[in-house]
């Protein structure tokens, strides 16, 4: 099985920054594409960022300018830099990877249990 833990959630005032991690572990041949999602109360899952295995990055338009995704393959761990928070952040984030468990499987998705920011205003 594979297993995705994020860390680096919490509580931050308007304007502050946080930098979340999710590392992915168990039987991984390789990895293609992670990313982060968020979902907020009374909405439906987003997306924030992803990062492919060469480093492309695509972002949501809210995060544009103020939140960067990068990744360590060696680590097969991936990583949301946030600054300039608002309260419109507030929401649970998750991270998603996916996952190729031998050279003769196909992808498969995989997510973390999520990990909430608050953004205190």
């Known amino acids: 099985q594979v297993q995705l833990v994020e860390s680096g959630g919490g509580l931050v005032q308007a304007g502050g920054s946080l930098r979340l991690s999710c590392a992915a572990s168990?039987?991984?041949?390789?990895?293609?594409?992670m990313g982060w999602y968020r979902q907020a109360p009374g909405k439906q899952r987003e997306l924030v960022a992803t990062i492919i295995s060469g480093g492309r990055t695509n972002y949501a338009d809210s995060a544009k300018g103020r939140f960067t995704i990068s990744r360590d393959n060696a680590k097969n761990t991936v990583y949301l830099q946030m600054n300039s928070l608002k309260p419109e952040d507030t929401a649970v984030y998750y991270c998603?990877?996916?996952?190729?468990?031998?050279?003769?499987?196909?992808?498969?998705?995989?997510w973390g249990q999520g990990t909430q920011v608050t953004v205190s205003s």
């Open positions: 998603n990877a996916d996952v190729k468990r031998s050279f003769l499987s196909d992808y498969a998705a995989y």
């Open positions: 168990g039987i991984i041949f390789s990895i293609n594409v």
